[in-house]
């Protein structure tokens, strides 16, 4: 984990790779649950019994946007700054789904800090974001995201 003082201390690191993280399980409670919250309950995603018929490896498939919305959380593990106020998702560039999460899969996040912008009080980060499954190369998700970084106090 790359661990900063101020969110001003990440402009020194513009094109780099801030780090990865842990890997984590794809299990078929965290695709129920987001089926459940989200609403999008497409039978790829639910049906167990159906899928073992039907899909070529014979598994259900994680929401894309459940991987996306790992994300987040995920981020966390990666770079951490010591002396900072809130932070917020400031929305996402561009996000492709670029293989299947099979239940059962585990993934890691790659993230890069892509451009570095100060602003009142704080600054605004473009992070490149690569989501790898264990055993592939091919990632399963890349999506660039901006995040607010506000100062302490702030």
């Not at 790992?70 to 932070?87: A, C, F, H, P």
């Amino acid at each position: 984990m790359l661990i900063l003082d101020t969110p001003y201390d990440l402009e020194a690191h513009v094109g780099e790779v801030l780090g990865q993280t842990d890997w984590i399980e794809i299990t078929q409670q965290m695709i129920d649950d987001f089926a459940r919250v989200s609403g999008d309950r497409n039978w790829i995603h639910i049906d167990v019994e159906r899928a073992r018929r039907e899909l070529p490896d014979g598994k259900t498939i994680a929401h894309g946007m459940l991987t996306f919305s790992l994300m987040s959380g995920m981020g966390g593990e990666v770079v951490q700054v010591r002396e900072r106020g809130r932070g917020i998702n400031y929305g996402s560039n561009k996000v492709r789904f670029t293989s299947p999460v099979q239940v059962g899969s585990r993934i890691r996040l790659e993230r890069s800090l892509v451009a570095f912008e100060r602003m009142d009080g704080g600054v605004r980060l473009t992070y490149g974001n690569i989501m790898y499954r264990e055993g592939q190369e091919r990632p399963v998700m890349i999506a660039e995201t901006l995040n607010l970084m506000y100062e302490r106090g702030q």
